[in-house]
């Protein structure tokens, strides 16, 4: 086994572009870090390995729809909060705001992705697309996938047999990842994101996703601002 497809769609998603601070506007079509995303939801072991997502297909055409969402903004639950201790209506009513989205409706994506070993696994990488893939054939995850925004549930399955859209367009520059491949383990919370963007474009619905390391990858060493 050389590499993994997945097939994933949803009623509404959002892959919102970094360059907008306050509306929620998406991309046409799903970015490279949200797919590896959605891998690494349904099988993730970071200490031995990461996703490097190859390829998508966008199965179904690019429709957008425009509505406004309540979001609650600058508060969190405290890790002490327990079950028995009530959420007070009028504290989030001090926190919530209503923001316009443009997001995608009804959307449908083959993925296909490599693992990519940690230097220090020393294991056979076939036993890591086994698992994978007994994960997938079971609908087996270790968080419900989403499509960029938690309520917008993702659905796996095994590929189909459909054709991608056949058209083409060139997508920009168009968020790579927000984090350092090359480090393994769980982020921390005050941690710095790492981003990197690349030229995405897209061919009779197929778009073909340079490896981490390629020299078409914008790395912020490369002069684009880790902010």
Not at 198 to 208: L, P, S, V
């Amino acid at each position: 086994m050389k590499s993994i497809t997945v097939e994933v769609w949803g009623d509404f998603a959002c892959f919102s572009r970094p360059e907008n601070k306050v509306e929620r506007f998406t991309y046409p079509v799903i970015t490279p870090s949200a797919a590896r995303g959605i891998l690494a939801s349904i099988y993730s072991k970071p200490s031995h390995f990461y996703w490097q997502v190859k390829k998508i297909e966008v199965l179904k055409p690019i429709q957008f729809i425009s509505f406004k969402r309540n979001e609650v903004i600058n508060s969190k639950i405290k890790a002490s909060t327990t079950l028995s201790a009530p959420i007070l209506v009028e504290e989030t009513e001090k926190h919530r705001t209503q923001r316009q989205s443009v997001v995608l409706k009804d959307v449908r994506y083959r993925i296909t992705a490599e693992i990519i070993k940690r230097k220090d696994y020393t294991e056979r990488i076939d036993s890591l697309y086994n698992q994978a893939q007994r994960r997938i054939d079971h609908g087996k995850c270790f968080c419900q996938p989403s499509l960029g925004l938690r309520e917008f549930v993702c659905y796996f399955d095994n590929p189909s047999k459909l054709e991608p859209i056949n058209e083409s367009m060139d997508l920009g520059l168009m968020l790579y990842d927000v984090f350092d491949l090359d480090l393994p383990g769980v982020v921390k919370e005050k941690e710095l994101p790492y981003i990197t963007l690349f030229n995405a474009k897209m061919e009779n619905g197929i778009i073909n996703v340079p490896d981490f390391h390629d020299e078409s990858v914008l790395h912020p060493e490369k002069g684009v601002n880790n902010a």
